[in-house]
Protein backbone atom coordinates (compact mmCIF):
# COMPACT_ATOMS: atom_id res chain seq x y z
CA UNK A 1 0.00 0.00 0.00
CA UNK A 2 1.35 3.54 -0.94
CA UNK A 3 2.23 5.98 1.69
CA UNK A 4 -0.42 8.77 2.55
CA UNK A 5 0.91 12.68 1.29
CA UNK A 6 1.28 13.54 4.60
CA UNK A 7 3.06 10.37 6.12
CA UNK A 8 5.73 11.58 3.17
CA UNK A 9 5.67 14.89 4.19
CA UNK A 10 5.97 14.57 7.71
CA UNK A 11 8.75 12.00 7.23
CA UNK A 12 10.77 14.61 4.92
CA UNK A 13 10.28 17.32 7.89
CA UNK A 14 11.71 14.42 10.46
CA UNK A 15 15.28 13.93 8.43
CA UNK A 16 15.55 17.86 7.42
CA UNK A 17 15.01 18.01 11.53
CA UNK A 18 17.67 15.48 12.73
CA UNK A 19 20.20 17.05 10.10
CA UNK A 20 19.98 20.56 11.01
CA UNK A 21 20.22 19.28 14.56
CA UNK A 22 23.23 17.20 13.86
CA UNK A 23 25.04 20.49 12.32
CA UNK A 24 23.58 22.72 15.09
CA UNK A 25 25.60 19.75 17.91
CA UNK A 26 28.57 20.68 16.17
CA UNK A 27 28.70 24.50 16.14
CA UNK A 28 27.04 24.25 19.69
CA UNK A 29 30.46 22.18 20.48
CA UNK A 30 32.64 24.81 19.51
CA UNK A 31 30.53 27.43 20.89
CA UNK A 32 31.05 25.80 24.81
CA UNK A 33 34.19 24.77 24.15
CA UNK A 34 36.08 26.78 23.09
CA UNK A 35 34.29 30.19 21.89
CA UNK A 36 32.09 30.71 25.11
CA UNK A 37 35.72 30.43 27.66
CA UNK A 38 37.14 32.86 25.55
CA UNK A 39 34.53 35.43 25.34
CA UNK A 40 34.02 35.30 29.09
CA UNK A 41 38.30 35.59 29.70
CA UNK A 42 38.68 38.81 31.28
CA UNK A 43 41.82 40.32 29.13
CA UNK A 44 44.89 41.83 30.61
CA UNK A 45 46.96 44.53 28.64
CA UNK A 46 50.24 44.95 28.68
CA UNK A 47 49.61 47.86 31.57
CA UNK A 48 47.88 45.74 33.72
CA UNK A 49 45.04 47.24 32.28
CA UNK A 50 41.48 44.92 32.51
CA UNK A 51 39.21 45.17 29.32
CA UNK A 52 36.79 44.03 28.35
CA UNK A 53 34.33 41.78 28.09
CA UNK A 54 34.57 39.25 30.52
CA UNK A 55 30.65 38.67 30.55
CA UNK A 56 29.01 35.37 31.77
CA UNK A 57 25.83 34.11 30.10
CA UNK A 58 22.65 32.73 31.52
CA UNK A 59 21.41 29.81 30.02
CA UNK A 60 18.88 32.38 28.12
CA UNK A 61 21.86 33.90 26.29
CA UNK A 62 22.96 30.55 25.28
CA UNK A 63 19.74 29.46 24.10
CA UNK A 64 20.22 32.77 22.29
CA UNK A 65 23.20 32.34 20.53
CA UNK A 66 21.91 28.71 19.20
CA UNK A 67 18.74 29.97 18.41
CA UNK A 68 20.09 32.53 15.66
CA UNK A 69 22.66 30.24 14.57
CA UNK A 70 19.54 27.61 14.28
CA UNK A 71 17.51 30.80 12.48
CA UNK A 72 20.43 31.69 9.57
CA UNK A 73 20.91 27.67 8.93
CA UNK A 74 17.35 26.91 8.40
CA UNK A 75 17.13 30.32 6.19
CA UNK A 76 20.13 29.63 4.15
CA UNK A 77 19.68 26.04 3.74
CA UNK A 78 16.07 26.62 2.48
CA UNK A 79 16.89 29.15 0.05
CA UNK A 80 19.75 27.09 -1.55
CA UNK A 81 17.32 24.14 -1.79
CA UNK A 82 19.15 21.72 0.72
CA UNK A 83 16.06 20.87 2.29
CA UNK A 84 14.79 19.58 -0.49
CA UNK A 85 14.70 15.26 0.14
CA UNK A 86 13.38 13.76 -1.84
CA UNK A 87 13.14 16.43 -4.22
CA UNK A 88 16.79 16.88 -5.02
CA UNK A 89 18.94 14.26 -5.83
CA UNK A 90 22.11 13.91 -2.87
CA UNK A 91 24.60 15.51 -4.96
CA UNK A 92 22.37 18.75 -5.61
CA UNK A 93 21.35 18.40 -1.15
CA UNK A 94 25.20 18.39 -0.77
CA UNK A 95 26.48 21.29 -2.80
CA UNK A 96 23.29 23.39 -1.66
CA UNK A 97 24.08 22.81 1.79
CA UNK A 98 27.77 23.55 1.71
CA UNK A 99 26.81 27.30 0.91
CA UNK A 100 24.43 27.77 3.52
CA UNK A 101 26.81 26.11 6.27
CA UNK A 102 29.44 28.11 4.88
CA UNK A 103 27.63 31.95 4.93
CA UNK A 104 26.12 30.83 8.54
CA UNK A 105 29.52 29.94 10.32
CA UNK A 106 30.94 32.93 8.43
CA UNK A 107 28.19 34.83 9.96
CA UNK A 108 28.09 33.65 12.93
CA UNK A 109 31.86 33.95 13.50
CA UNK A 110 31.41 37.47 12.80
CA UNK A 111 28.80 38.03 15.89
CA UNK A 112 31.25 36.24 18.12
CA UNK A 113 33.50 38.76 17.00
CA UNK A 114 31.75 41.46 17.96
CA UNK A 115 30.73 40.13 20.92
CA UNK A 116 34.45 39.72 22.26
CA UNK A 117 35.27 43.21 20.46
CA UNK A 118 38.81 41.09 19.25
CA UNK A 119 40.36 38.59 17.63
CA UNK A 120 38.98 35.11 17.91
CA UNK A 121 40.65 31.63 16.87
CA UNK A 122 39.28 31.20 13.33
CA UNK A 123 40.76 27.57 12.94
CA UNK A 124 37.85 25.78 14.96
CA UNK A 125 35.24 27.32 13.32
CA UNK A 126 36.95 25.86 10.16
CA UNK A 127 36.78 23.28 11.68
CA UNK A 128 32.80 22.84 12.35
CA UNK A 129 32.45 23.60 8.55
CA UNK A 130 34.23 20.67 7.21
CA UNK A 131 33.07 18.59 10.24
CA UNK A 132 29.12 19.64 8.98
CA UNK A 133 30.12 18.94 5.30
CA UNK A 134 31.24 15.30 6.10
CA UNK A 135 28.18 15.18 8.04
CA UNK A 136 26.15 16.85 5.04
CA UNK A 137 27.35 14.29 2.65
CA UNK A 138 26.80 11.50 4.42
CA UNK A 139 23.14 12.19 5.57
CA UNK A 140 22.27 13.43 1.73
CA UNK A 141 23.05 9.81 0.67
CA UNK A 142 21.67 8.23 3.94
CA UNK A 143 18.41 10.19 3.41
CA UNK A 144 18.17 9.10 -0.09
CA UNK A 145 18.39 5.61 0.42
CA UNK A 146 15.30 5.92 3.49
CA UNK A 147 13.72 7.96 0.81
CA UNK A 148 13.43 5.65 -2.08
CA UNK A 149 12.98 2.37 0.48
CA UNK A 150 10.16 4.12 1.52
CA UNK A 151 8.68 5.71 -1.11
CA UNK A 152 8.36 4.44 -4.75
CA UNK A 153 7.79 6.55 -7.98
CA UNK A 154 4.89 8.37 -8.13
CA UNK A 155 2.81 6.81 -10.95
CA UNK A 156 2.01 9.17 -13.31
CA UNK A 157 -0.39 9.80 -16.45
CA UNK A 158 1.20 11.45 -19.32
CA UNK A 159 -1.59 13.77 -21.66
CA UNK A 160 0.12 15.01 -24.72
CA UNK A 161 -1.20 16.98 -27.68
CA UNK A 162 -0.05 17.44 -31.05
CA UNK A 163 3.99 17.70 -30.31
CA UNK A 164 6.15 14.96 -29.60
CA UNK A 165 6.41 13.97 -25.95
CA UNK A 166 9.87 12.63 -26.29
CA UNK A 167 11.02 15.58 -24.58
CA UNK A 168 9.24 15.78 -21.49
CA UNK A 169 9.49 12.09 -21.10
CA UNK A 170 13.24 11.94 -21.16
CA UNK A 171 13.38 14.91 -18.74
CA UNK A 172 10.96 12.87 -16.21
CA UNK A 173 12.83 9.07 -17.18
CA UNK A 174 16.21 11.53 -15.48
CA UNK A 175 14.68 11.45 -12.49
CA UNK A 176 13.78 7.78 -12.49
CA UNK A 177 13.99 7.40 -8.69
CA UNK A 178 10.93 9.81 -8.36
CA UNK A 179 8.31 9.85 -11.04
CA UNK A 180 7.54 7.01 -12.96
CA UNK A 181 5.36 7.42 -16.62
CA UNK A 182 3.52 4.10 -16.62
CA UNK A 183 0.73 5.17 -19.19
CA UNK A 184 0.82 8.38 -22.15
CA UNK A 185 -2.67 9.01 -24.00
CA UNK A 186 -3.19 11.46 -26.74
CA UNK A 187 -5.75 14.22 -26.33
CA UNK A 188 -6.80 13.04 -29.97
CA UNK A 189 -8.71 10.17 -28.10
CA UNK A 190 -11.56 12.32 -26.98
CA UNK A 191 -11.61 14.61 -24.04
CA UNK A 192 -13.93 12.15 -22.31
CA UNK A 193 -11.69 8.98 -22.70
CA UNK A 194 -8.79 11.25 -20.79
CA UNK A 195 -11.40 11.75 -18.23
CA UNK A 196 -12.02 8.62 -17.69
CA UNK A 197 -7.90 7.37 -17.80
CA UNK A 198 -7.38 10.16 -14.76
CA UNK A 199 -9.23 8.15 -12.52
CA UNK A 200 -6.85 5.34 -13.09
CA UNK A 201 -4.37 4.03 -10.70
CA UNK A 202 -2.07 7.37 -11.07
CA UNK A 203 -0.64 9.41 -8.23
CA UNK A 204 -0.41 12.54 -10.84
CA UNK A 205 -1.32 13.57 -14.65
CA UNK A 206 1.14 15.58 -16.56
CA UNK A 207 -0.41 17.58 -18.96
CA UNK A 208 1.61 18.37 -22.01
CA UNK A 209 0.83 20.64 -25.00
CA UNK A 210 -2.52 20.16 -24.79
CA UNK A 211 -4.75 22.34 -26.45
CA UNK A 212 -6.24 25.51 -24.52
CA UNK A 213 -9.94 23.94 -25.21
CA UNK A 214 -9.11 21.18 -23.65
CA UNK A 215 -6.59 22.47 -21.09
CA UNK A 216 -8.66 24.20 -19.14
CA UNK A 217 -11.35 21.68 -18.62
CA UNK A 218 -9.37 18.80 -17.71
CA UNK A 219 -7.43 20.87 -15.00
CA UNK A 220 -10.33 21.43 -13.45
CA UNK A 221 -11.78 17.95 -13.75
CA UNK A 222 -8.26 16.84 -12.16
CA UNK A 223 -8.29 19.60 -9.44
CA UNK A 224 -11.72 19.04 -8.50
CA UNK A 225 -10.99 15.25 -7.85
CA UNK A 226 -8.23 15.88 -5.99
CA UNK A 227 -5.72 14.48 -8.11
CA UNK A 228 -2.28 16.02 -8.77
CA UNK A 229 -1.47 18.10 -11.37
CA UNK A 230 1.82 18.49 -13.96
CA UNK A 231 1.18 21.32 -16.00
CA UNK A 232 3.58 22.62 -18.81
CA UNK A 233 2.93 26.04 -19.27
CA UNK A 234 2.89 28.09 -22.51
CA UNK A 235 4.25 31.79 -22.61
CA UNK A 236 0.68 33.28 -21.66
CA UNK A 237 0.79 31.18 -18.40
CA UNK A 238 4.29 32.79 -17.91
CA UNK A 239 2.68 36.40 -18.29
CA UNK A 240 0.06 35.82 -16.13
CA UNK A 241 1.74 34.14 -13.70
CA UNK A 242 3.60 37.69 -12.88
CA UNK A 243 0.57 39.75 -13.42
CA UNK A 244 -0.96 41.71 -10.51
CA UNK A 245 -4.47 41.16 -9.15
CA UNK A 246 -6.19 44.42 -9.04
CA UNK A 247 -9.53 44.59 -6.81
CA UNK A 248 -11.30 47.53 -8.35
CA UNK A 249 -14.93 46.26 -8.27
CA UNK A 250 -16.37 42.42 -7.41
CA UNK A 251 -14.56 40.77 -10.29
CA UNK A 252 -10.88 39.88 -10.14
CA UNK A 253 -8.77 42.18 -12.56
CA UNK A 254 -4.85 40.78 -13.29
CA UNK A 255 -2.83 43.91 -14.75
CA UNK A 256 -0.23 42.93 -17.15
CA UNK A 257 2.11 46.58 -16.82
CA UNK A 258 3.40 47.95 -20.40
CA UNK A 259 6.67 47.75 -18.19
CA UNK A 260 8.62 44.95 -15.89
CA UNK A 261 10.85 46.74 -14.07
CA UNK A 262 9.89 50.30 -12.09
CA UNK A 263 12.45 53.11 -12.09
CA UNK A 264 13.30 53.04 -8.61
CA UNK A 265 13.88 49.54 -8.61
CA UNK A 266 16.73 50.05 -11.63
CA UNK A 267 18.19 52.65 -9.73
CA UNK A 268 18.37 50.70 -6.86
CA UNK A 269 19.58 47.38 -9.50
CA UNK A 270 22.29 50.08 -10.90
CA UNK A 271 23.96 51.05 -7.97
CA UNK A 272 24.38 47.10 -6.94
CA UNK A 273 25.62 46.34 -10.31
CA UNK A 274 28.21 49.30 -9.83
CA UNK A 275 29.34 48.09 -6.75
CA UNK A 276 29.58 44.45 -7.11
CA UNK A 277 31.59 45.01 -10.57
CA UNK A 278 34.05 47.19 -9.07
CA UNK A 279 34.82 44.58 -6.02
CA UNK A 280 34.54 41.74 -7.95
CA UNK A 281 37.83 43.39 -10.49
CA UNK A 282 39.47 43.83 -6.97
CA UNK A 283 39.13 40.14 -6.19
CA UNK A 284 39.33 39.02 -9.57
CA UNK A 285 42.50 40.94 -10.71
CA UNK A 286 44.95 38.16 -10.46
CA UNK A 287 43.25 35.38 -11.70
CA UNK A 288 42.05 37.18 -14.88
CA UNK A 289 45.66 38.17 -15.20
CA UNK A 290 46.65 34.84 -15.23
CA UNK A 291 44.09 33.49 -17.07
CA UNK A 292 45.08 36.04 -20.15
CA UNK A 293 48.73 35.28 -19.68
CA UNK A 294 47.95 31.57 -20.08
CA UNK A 295 45.99 32.24 -23.08
CA UNK A 296 48.64 34.01 -24.87
CA UNK A 297 51.39 31.52 -23.97
CA UNK A 298 49.25 28.52 -25.10
CA UNK A 299 48.38 29.51 -29.09
CA UNK A 300 49.73 33.34 -29.47
CA UNK A 301 46.14 34.84 -30.33
CA UNK A 302 44.04 37.52 -29.01
CA UNK A 303 42.94 37.12 -25.41
CA UNK A 304 39.79 38.28 -25.42
CA UNK A 305 36.95 37.00 -27.83
CA UNK A 306 35.13 39.75 -28.65
CA UNK A 307 31.31 39.33 -30.02
CA UNK A 308 28.33 41.98 -30.84
CA UNK A 309 25.44 40.93 -28.64
CA UNK A 310 21.97 42.44 -27.59
CA UNK A 311 20.61 43.49 -24.28
CA UNK A 312 17.50 45.64 -23.43
CA UNK A 313 15.43 46.82 -27.09
CA UNK A 314 17.76 44.58 -28.89
CA UNK A 315 21.05 47.48 -28.48
CA UNK A 316 23.76 45.83 -29.79
CA UNK A 317 26.76 46.15 -27.70
CA UNK A 318 30.54 44.58 -27.73
CA UNK A 319 30.45 41.65 -25.05
CA UNK A 320 34.18 40.72 -23.97
CA UNK A 321 34.84 37.35 -23.15
CA UNK A 322 38.30 35.23 -22.56
CA UNK A 323 38.88 33.55 -25.41
CA UNK A 324 37.94 30.01 -24.90
CA UNK A 325 37.71 28.44 -28.74
CA UNK A 326 40.49 28.07 -31.44
CA UNK A 327 41.38 31.71 -32.87
CA UNK A 328 39.52 30.43 -36.65
CA UNK A 329 36.11 28.97 -34.52
CA UNK A 330 33.78 30.56 -36.66
CA UNK A 331 36.23 30.95 -39.87
CA UNK A 332 33.19 30.43 -42.30
CA UNK A 333 31.23 33.58 -40.53
CA UNK A 334 28.49 31.61 -39.32
CA UNK A 335 27.41 32.38 -35.78
CA UNK A 336 26.74 28.94 -33.86
CA UNK A 337 26.25 27.90 -30.52
CA UNK A 338 28.82 25.73 -28.33
CA UNK A 339 27.65 21.83 -28.55
CA UNK A 340 28.45 19.08 -26.44
CA UNK A 341 32.25 17.97 -26.56
CA UNK A 342 33.06 21.05 -29.28
CA UNK A 343 36.05 20.53 -31.06
CA UNK A 344 36.60 24.33 -31.11
CA UNK A 345 36.66 24.92 -27.64
CA UNK A 346 40.79 24.35 -26.37
CA UNK A 347 42.11 22.81 -23.15
CA UNK A 348 42.44 26.30 -21.37
CA UNK A 349 38.90 27.02 -22.47
CA UNK A 350 37.38 23.59 -20.80
CA UNK A 351 38.94 25.13 -17.95
CA UNK A 352 38.02 28.15 -17.56
CA UNK A 353 34.72 27.78 -19.19
CA UNK A 354 34.08 25.37 -16.27
CA UNK A 355 35.14 27.56 -13.70
CA UNK A 356 33.07 30.65 -15.32
CA UNK A 357 36.45 32.39 -15.50
CA UNK A 358 35.79 32.91 -19.21
CA UNK A 359 32.61 35.40 -18.36
CA UNK A 360 35.08 37.64 -15.91
CA UNK A 361 35.90 40.37 -18.56
CA UNK A 362 32.07 41.14 -18.74
CA UNK A 363 32.31 42.87 -15.43
CA UNK A 364 33.67 46.10 -17.29
CA UNK A 365 30.58 45.42 -19.72
CA UNK A 366 28.64 45.87 -16.35
CA UNK A 367 30.33 49.25 -15.36
CA UNK A 368 29.84 50.38 -18.70
CA UNK A 369 25.83 49.83 -18.23
CA UNK A 370 25.11 47.68 -21.43
CA UNK A 371 24.64 44.36 -18.60
CA UNK A 372 23.38 44.29 -15.31
CA UNK A 373 24.26 41.29 -13.31
CA UNK A 374 21.74 39.25 -13.17
CA UNK A 375 19.56 39.22 -15.99
CA UNK A 376 18.57 37.16 -19.26
CA UNK A 377 21.82 36.29 -21.12
CA UNK A 378 22.92 38.28 -23.98
CA UNK A 379 22.56 36.84 -27.31
CA UNK A 380 24.16 37.39 -30.77
CA UNK A 381 21.78 39.45 -32.83
CA UNK A 382 21.78 36.60 -35.92
CA UNK A 383 20.89 34.15 -33.62
CA UNK A 384 17.84 35.75 -31.98
CA UNK A 385 16.43 36.58 -35.65
CA UNK A 386 16.97 32.86 -35.99
CA UNK A 387 15.07 32.28 -32.86
CA UNK A 388 12.65 34.81 -33.60
CA UNK A 389 11.70 32.86 -36.81
CA UNK A 390 10.33 29.64 -35.15
CA UNK A 391 9.42 31.76 -31.59
CA UNK A 392 8.05 35.30 -31.88
CA UNK A 393 7.73 35.47 -28.20
CA UNK A 394 11.79 35.78 -27.56
CA UNK A 395 11.64 39.00 -28.53
CA UNK A 396 9.73 39.59 -25.07
CA UNK A 397 13.34 38.84 -23.23
CA UNK A 398 14.89 42.35 -24.49
CA UNK A 399 12.58 44.03 -22.41
CA UNK A 400 15.20 44.50 -20.01
CA UNK A 401 18.94 44.51 -19.56
CA UNK A 402 21.09 41.50 -20.51
CA UNK A 403 22.70 40.08 -17.35
CA UNK A 404 25.94 38.27 -16.49
CA UNK A 405 23.10 35.48 -14.90
CA UNK A 406 20.02 34.83 -14.61
CA UNK A 407 16.92 33.02 -13.80
CA UNK A 408 17.73 30.16 -16.79
CA UNK A 409 20.95 29.70 -16.06
CA UNK A 410 20.24 29.23 -12.11
CA UNK A 411 17.47 26.86 -12.63
CA UNK A 412 17.75 25.67 -16.34
CA UNK A 413 21.36 24.46 -18.18
CA UNK A 414 23.48 25.30 -20.61
CA UNK A 415 21.63 23.02 -23.31
CA UNK A 416 18.53 23.92 -22.16
CA UNK A 417 15.99 24.29 -25.22
CA UNK A 418 15.69 28.02 -26.13
CA UNK A 419 11.91 27.56 -25.48
CA UNK A 420 12.58 26.85 -22.10
CA UNK A 421 14.97 29.42 -21.36
CA UNK A 422 12.55 31.81 -22.57
CA UNK A 423 9.77 30.69 -20.35
CA UNK A 424 12.49 31.01 -17.23
CA UNK A 425 13.42 34.38 -18.07
CA UNK A 426 9.81 35.67 -18.62
CA UNK A 427 9.61 34.57 -15.27
CA UNK A 428 12.10 36.53 -13.89
CA UNK A 429 10.96 39.56 -15.99
CA UNK A 430 7.21 39.50 -14.88
CA UNK A 431 8.08 38.56 -11.36
CA UNK A 432 10.87 40.77 -10.52
CA UNK A 433 11.86 42.43 -7.30
CA UNK A 434 15.23 43.54 -5.59
CA UNK A 435 15.08 40.21 -3.40
CA UNK A 436 14.74 38.17 -6.59
CA UNK A 437 18.27 39.61 -7.62
CA UNK A 438 19.63 39.06 -4.35
CA UNK A 439 17.89 35.68 -4.49
CA UNK A 440 20.00 34.72 -7.59
CA UNK A 441 23.29 36.25 -6.50
CA UNK A 442 23.20 33.87 -3.86
CA UNK A 443 22.26 30.62 -6.19
CA UNK A 444 24.65 31.49 -8.59
CA UNK A 445 27.80 30.11 -7.16
CA UNK A 446 25.91 27.12 -6.61
CA UNK A 447 25.61 26.69 -10.38
CA UNK A 448 30.01 27.44 -10.81
CA UNK A 449 30.71 23.94 -9.50
CA UNK A 450 27.14 21.76 -10.85
CA UNK A 451 28.58 20.06 -14.12
CA UNK A 452 25.37 20.18 -16.10
CA UNK A 453 25.61 23.69 -16.41
CA UNK A 454 27.98 23.81 -18.09
CA UNK A 455 27.53 21.36 -20.79
CA UNK A 456 27.06 22.52 -24.69
CA UNK A 457 24.04 22.02 -26.26
CA UNK A 458 23.11 18.63 -27.90
CA UNK A 459 22.92 18.93 -32.02
CA UNK A 460 19.66 18.85 -32.49
CA UNK A 461 19.47 21.75 -29.81
CA UNK A 462 20.94 24.09 -32.11
CA UNK A 463 18.60 25.10 -33.84
CA UNK A 464 15.89 26.70 -31.57
CA UNK A 465 12.74 24.16 -30.96
CA UNK A 466 9.37 25.39 -29.92
CA UNK A 467 7.31 22.65 -27.99
Excluded at 35 to 41: A, H, I, N, Q, S
Excluded at 269 to 286: P, T
Amino acid sequence: MRKSESFRRMTVLLMDFVGLCMYIAVFAWSWFSIYYPVLTTERISKDGYSFGPGIKYSFKGHIVILAIYFILLIFFTHTYGGLRIGYLRPIDIFLSQIFALLIANVISFAIMLLLRNWLLPVVPIIGVFVAQLVISFAWAHITNVIYRSTFEPRRLLLVNGKFDAEDIIRKFMSRADRYEIVKQINISEGIDRVYEECLGDYEGVIIWDVPSEYRNGLVKYCYGRNIRIYVMPKITDVLLKGSEQLHLFDTPVLLLRDYSIKIEQRIIKRFFDIVLALILLVVFAIPMVIVAIVIKLTDGGPVLYKQVRCTIDRREFTLMKFRSMRVDAEKDGVARLSSKNDSRVTPVGKFIRACRLDETPQFFNILKGDMSFIGPRPERPEIIKQYIEDMPEFAFRTRVKAGLAGYAQVYGKYNTTPYDKLKLDLTYIENYSIWLDIKLMMLTPKILITPDSTEGVEENQITAKKN
